[in-house]
């Protein structure tokens, strides 16, 4: 079934004005969607406020059987919702498959951790009174989300908020409204009660944000996309005093020590950084070898990146996708031919792949210098500029000197070297030997620049629970 046909969406699509949505590898349009106003959004705000106490007065396990039919419905659609994704966002259809595994995976997660939203009763410090600590949830939240994962980074905010007992309004990118909206009639089906997820779709972000982030009756704000959007909905949220988090920018290094296994290493190299086509906020930015294996590593990397099929995601056997848009091969244009003008070799691409629209190929980049603009630029696209280094204290500290931390990796295989690297990296996630490590049972988020709070896992509950204090006097 195309994506262009598929009945999740039906009922959303507008023959009129709105905004429209457009496939990045064949520039075709696919859909247009609603253009919510400020007035709906405020109705939606008021519809999420309505609906929550009832929702927060359900059982977790009753909320869990909600969530529960959620995920099932989204796994019976996986192809489906993978064609959305691919359609409106590019990625090779294995990755968008993969996508909504993984989206589908906070659901079925959070359905259960939400049971275990405990408090605790503290040794008082009255013997005529007692200390009883409770979880409550924050109130109605509201989500802004990128279009990278368009799935994903929509499931792992709503899951944990709805089992916490928390409404969610969502305004998704622009570029990916479709899965987002196909989600939202999925947890429709399932049970979940009208005004509790609700997806608005808008061409005018700055516009709408402004509402998520300043609205009295919005409890929180959660962020998925870059640090400078982050910074803006912070300031706005300031006014409100209202709950964050935030999944903002990574400038992510991945370091290969001597003793690393080479193999592995490069498998780990190619997971991290093609992935998307070099689009997530995790992707490897900054590869650092060690001299003694720099040579063999830049060799055997690049034959694996040569490999790389480029083309449209749809086409059985494409690896890296179309980039999201012309702006962006603008911008991964600009970073490889300025890196080259000051002396780094482009020892596989290094230019559009020659296609026609927004694809480029899979770029190794070799004799790059730590001045270069691409060693502190989010790149973002499929380009790995590969740094020299000697010894490990001088490799971390190169890592370790940008103003983001969200993800790093490192092969070695000394353990006393594993230690002390993993512990000296200012991120808030290390790879060590793993080029992957998204997963819902492990806390996801980042340090400095790079945000506030944690997605996934138990932490990812906590996010949108209240911690409240009882005193409970005069025994
Ligand atoms: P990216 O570079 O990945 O597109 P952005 O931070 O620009 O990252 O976008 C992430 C999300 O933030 C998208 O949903 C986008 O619409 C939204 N966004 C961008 N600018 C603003 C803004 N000024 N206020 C609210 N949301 C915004």
């Known amino acids: ?70 995920f099932t419905l989204i796994m019976d659609h996986q192809e489906d919702l993978a064609q959305l994704v691919t359609a409106e966002c590019g990625k090779p259809l294995a990755e968008s498959r993969g996508e909504v595994a993984y989206g589908a995976s906070f659901v079925e997660w959070f359905a259960e951790e939400g049971k275990r939203a405990y408090g605790e009763v503290i040794p008082t410090h009255n013997p005529a009174a007692r200390i009883v600590v409770v979880k409550q949830p924050v109130g109605v939240v509201s989500a802004i989300t990128p279009w990278n994962f368009p799935v994903a980074m929509i499931t792992r905010k709503a899951a944990p908020a709805l089992a916490a007992g928390c409404p969610m309004i969502v305004k998704p990118a622009e570029a990916t409204p479709l899965s987002a909206l196909a989600i939202e009639k999925l947890a429709l089906d399932a049970g979940l009660p009208e005004g509790l997820f609700k997806i608005v779709t808008t061409r005018e972000p700055a516009k709408i944000g402004e509402v998520l982030t300043t609205h009295p009756d919005i409890r929180k704000i959660s962020f998925t996309g870059s640090t400078a959007v982050g910074k803006i909905l912070m300031r706005q949220a300031a006014g409100t005093v209202k709950r964050t988090s935030m999944e903002l920018g990574g400038n992510a290094p991945f370091i290969v020590f001597d003793d690393a296994d080479l193999d592995k290493a490069v498998a780990g190299a190619i997971a991290s950084k093609y992935r998307n086509a070099g689009q997530t906020c995790v992707c490897a930015n900054r590869f650092y070898v060690q001299s003694g294996i720099y040579d063999a590593f830049v060799t055997k990397f690049s034959e694996a990146v040569a490999a790389l099929k480029v083309g449209d995601g749809v086409v059985d056997g494409t690896d890296v996708g179309p980039l999201i848009n012309s702006a962006a091969m603008e911008k991964v244009s600009g970073l490889v031919k300025s890196a080259m003008n000051a002396g780094a070799d482009a020892i596989v691409g290094g230019a559009p792949a020659g296609i026609g629209g927004n694809f480029y190929q899979p770029t190794v980049l070799a004799n790059t210098t730590p001045d270069m603009e691409i060693s502190s630029a989010e790149i973002f696209g499929p380009v790995a500029p590969v740094f020299k280094f000697e010894d490990e204290a001088d490799v971390i500290a190169l890592a370790n000197s940008t103003p983001y931390g969200l993800a790093a990796y490192f ?10 690297v993993a512990e000296a990296l200012e991120y808030g996630m290390v790879g060590v030997n ?13 340090v400095k620049e790079s945000g506030i709070g944690r997605e996934g896992a138990r932490q990812g509950l906590d996010e949108y629970l209240e911690t409240k204090y009882m005193l409970m006097g005069g025994l």
């Open 1 to 70: 079934m195309s994506a262009a046909s598929t009945p999740l969406l039906d009922e959303y699509r507008l023959d009129g004005d709105g905004l429209e949505v457009q496939n990045p590898a064949s520039g075709d349009h696919v859909a247009t969607v609603k253009d919510y106003s400020v007035d709906e959004v405020e109705a939606a705000i008021a519809a999420a406020k309505a609906a929550m106490p009832a929702w927060a007065a359900r059982t977790a396990k009753d909320r869990a059987g909600v969530l529960r039919r959620w």
């Open 411 to 420: 092969y070695a295989r000394d353990l006393g070297r594993v230690w002390r």
């Open 434 to 446: 793993e080029g992957i490590l998204s997963t819902e049972v492990a806390p996801f988020g980042g």
